[in-house]
């Protein structure tokens, strides 16, 4: 790397995570690095529509690879991509986000450049910006080796973004500063650790009954080895909220299905609930959505909450250790818990004719019947969140904005995930009133390759909206009527199978196609426009009655 720029510098560096596609829009101030990874021979440029869309694929590829690389332009493209990297800090995936602004020269010169206030500032945006990560860095030839090390110990210590940027001049010029080796994974304090881990122990000893509740950030660290073997070492049951969604794969026989407060099903209610003691492994985050309007109930004092960096016990926070060595530690530990309920969960049962109407009852099920093992399944906000409530098969993994919620996600994040990895199968389930916001990037997944099954729900507008309101028909949820199933052909995809279906026989036999070989199939699947899955109207009722919103 001896002569290397700083913008291939910062390529080579990320691609050493490995890192083998950037998502990005070009920009003249980000030429240089542009070029950097165009050059480069294992890093391929993944071009999208917008910046917005390309962010969303690199949160979906971050959370399979466990990082990504986004590079767009200053300010116009930086600011286009914030959602969706504010989203990856939300939700915790490890995008780094490189950025090319105005060479030096202007900058010294205060000069009036495009994609500017015209004011002469260049520090507006950078901001703005760094605020969507949970570290950034300004580089120059002289710092780089040592602020690369720096962002990238401090993104993967928490998967949240890192934002870097870099002037036009100085991305071209030789890097100047010292060799610096990669830092260390941050360690535990010994003496917190073993205080941590010796409360939670004899918190265990002292239980008969205990559960699991894993959590998103078991998936984003990949722990799913490690959570699985203190499962397994202490025979206790798991659920998870919507949020979590098959974090540790489904087919365990210790699942119990998802929790979501006294709306679960009662032996979930009453694994969760009635526990002496409940391990919160990673750090659920008890949202209003994951939690169906905070409907669970579970005693903080039974709770041993172990986050990413701090654990909590009866109260007390055990700062600076890591979760992976708690997990580690207490599963070497652990009693093997004596006469465990287990019982699986119940899958929708099929309901409708081969000739009756799709609903969202008959849905559903056919989705269930349609998963397979190692899937990637990305499911969109609105009515398709529903889709949670599935029991996945053995390894397939679900991945979902639940915190962040910003609609249009999933159709860009699904790019993300099918590059991420070509060899599983990426099944993206969305409303089509979400699709609208991102569907031009479609033509890119036809571009790269990528081969998902896409399932586009057409009930005729925000139907999750619709049911949240008091009255439905609000123009506000009424939408242009897009023929989405001849949208991939109008942007040149080509040999996708696509279907649009109404009744419940018309829906298998397109499923039934999409699963043979290996082809892309695009299915516009029309639902009622006022027919809502039961979970959508619960939520506003129940947020309604506690918050009177
Ligand atoms: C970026 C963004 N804008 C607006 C919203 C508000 N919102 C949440 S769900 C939703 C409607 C989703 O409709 P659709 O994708 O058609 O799904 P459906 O519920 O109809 O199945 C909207 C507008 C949001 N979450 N994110
Ligand atoms: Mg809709």
Request: glycine residues 16%; negative net charge.
């Given at each position: 790397m001896a002569s290397s720029t700083v913008a291939e510098y910062v390529v080579e560096r990320l691609s050493k995570l490995g890192i083998t596609d950037c998502f990005g829009v070009p920009g003249d101030f980000a030429f240089p690095l542009n070029d950097a990874i165009e050059d480069h021979p294992s890093v391929n440029w993944l071009g999208t529509s917008n910046e917005l869309n390309a962010s969303y694929a690199a949160d979906g590829y971050a959370r399979i690879r466990g990082c990504s690389m986004l590079c767009t332009t200053y300010a116009v493209g930086e600011l286009s991509a914030l959602c969706g990297v504010m989203g990856a800090k939300a939700e915790r995936s490890a995008i780094f986000h490189v950025v090319g602004m105005p060479s030096m020269r202007y900058q010294h010169l205060r000069k009036k450049l495009?994609?500017?206030?015209?004011?002469?500032?260049?520090q507006n945006f950078i901001n703005i910006s760094s605020q969507a990560a949970c570290v950034h860095a300004i580089l120059t030839p002289d710092n780089c080796t040592y602020e690369m090390e720096r962002v990238i110990a401090t993104a993967l210590a928490n998967r949240q973004p890192a934002y870097i940027i870099v002037a036009e001049d100085l991305a071209k010029m030789p890097v100047t500063g010292p060799t610096i080796q990669p830092f260390p994974e941050p360690t535990s304090d010994a003496e917190e650790l073993k205080a941590a881990v010796d409360a939670i122990v004899s918190k265990l000893e002292a239980a008969d009954t205990g559960a699991i509740l894993p959590a998103f950030t078991i998936q984003r660290f990949a722990l799913q080895p490690e959570v699985t073997a203190l499962i397994e070492a202490s025979g206790l049951p798991y659920a998870t909220t919507s949020m979590d969604k098959a974090c540790i794969s489904e087919s365990h026989p210790n699942f119990l299905g998802p929790y979501?407060?006294?709306?679960?099903e009662p032996h979930v209610v009453e694994a969760i609930e009635g526990a002496d003691v409940v391990l919160n492994v990673g750090g659920v985050l008890f949202t209003d959505f994951s939690t169906a309007g905070f409907a669970h109930t579970i005693d903080p004092h039974k709770m041993v909450t172990i986050s990413v960096d701090h654990t909590e016990v009866e109260g007390r926070v055990y700062t600076n250790v890591r979760m992976r060595d708690v997990i580690a530690e207490i599963t070497k530990r652990v009693k093997k818990f004596n006469g465990v309920q287990l019982q699986r969960p119940t899958p929708a049962a099929k309901v409708g004719g081969p000739n009756d109407p799709i609903t969202a009852e008959s849905l559903y099920p056919h989705y269930q019947q349609f998963l397979r093992p190692n899937d990637i399944v990305v499911l969109e906000t609105g009515?398709?969140?529903?889709?949670?409530g599935l029991v996945f098969p053995e390894g397939a993994v679900c991945h979902n904005q639940t915190l962040w919620g910003s609609i249009g996600w999933a159709t860009g994040a699904a790019l993300g995930t099918a590059v991420a990895d070509r060899s599983r199968r990426t099944v993206l389930i969305t409303g089509e009133g979400s699709h609208q916001?991102?569907?031009?990037?479609l033509g890119n997944y036809g571009r790269h390759g990528v081969k998902p099954v896409i399932f586009v729900l057409?009930?005729?507008?925000?139907a999750v909206e619709r049911a949240l309101e008091v009255y439905p028909d609000w123009i506000y949820n009424d939408l242009a009527p897009w023929d989405y199933h001849t949208v991939p052909a109008a942007m040149g995809c080509k040999d996708w199978f696509t279907a649009k279906v109404r009744t419940n026989g018309e829906l298998e036999a397109a499923m039934n196609k999409a699963a043979e070989g290996d082809s892309t199939a695009y299915i516009e699947i029309v639902g009622g426009k006022h027919d809502y899955p039961p979970g959508a109207k619960l939520l506003h009722t129940r947020l309604a009655e506690l918050y009177g919103i």
């Open positions: 495009h994609h500017t206030l015209g004011d002469g500032v260049f979501a407060g006294k709306f679960s009515t398709s969140a529903s889709a949670g916001l991102t569907a031009n990037e057409n009930n005729e507008g925000f």
